[in-house]
């Protein structure tokens, strides 16, 4: 009678130790991005365009940890990037952050660029970036007219013009 008692105390020691040994173990790497994890890059960034404050809050948790996470997507924010964030003030600026990397990886994903090397693909990643945070300032601008940017209105004058992607240049060249 004493040795059931004793194989299931064994049996459950065991299986605290695997528990045990398996908590404390590094995890596994992830693998590539899923399809359904870059439709939802996509779709996001389309949706920061229209809601930009409602579509962050619910969303940046989840993409931060998917760029930090993923293998196959290399996100490196440059002077473009950088531009954009001085250019906005309070709450915009966590929306443009969100914006300027959804759209600059919803283009690299529709572009099939997991690593944008050529110079030319680096800046149709931030001319993609930038477009993204125009959309978004201009929701945000249509709800509240207080986060007007002079910087940004200059943005919208050289896009009206069709010189966004000069003006992008410039900013990088900076």
Not at 112 to 125: G, M, T
Request: charged share 20%; with cysteine.
């Amino acid at each position: 009678m004493h040795a059931i008692p004793t194989l299931a105390h064994s049996l459950i020691a065991i299986a605290a130790l695997c528990t045990a040994l398996h908590a404390g173990a590094a995890p596994a790497p992830r693998g590539p991005s899923t399809a359904q994890e870059r439709t939802r890059v996509v779709e996001l960034a389309a949706a920061a365009q229209r809601d930009p404050l409602a579509v962050r809050a619910a969303n940046e948790a989840w993409f931060e940890q998917w760029i930090s996470d993923v293998p196959d997507f290399m996100f490196k924010p440059e002077a473009v990037a950088a531009w954009c964030m001085r250019s906005a003030r309070g709450e915009m600026r966590k929306a443009v952050q969100f914006q300027f990397g959804t759209s600059a990886l919803a283009y690299q994903i529709a572009h099939n660029l997991p690593e944008p090397q050529k110079a030319e693909d680096v800046a149709a990643v931030n001319l993609a970036g930038l477009e993204g945070v125009l959309a978004a300032y201009e929701s945000l601008l249509a709800k509240d007219p207080g986060v007007r940017s002079p910087k940004m209105d200059e943005a919208l004058a050289r896009r009206a013009k069709g010189e966004l992607a000069a003006f992008a240049a410039e900013i990088a060249a900076r």
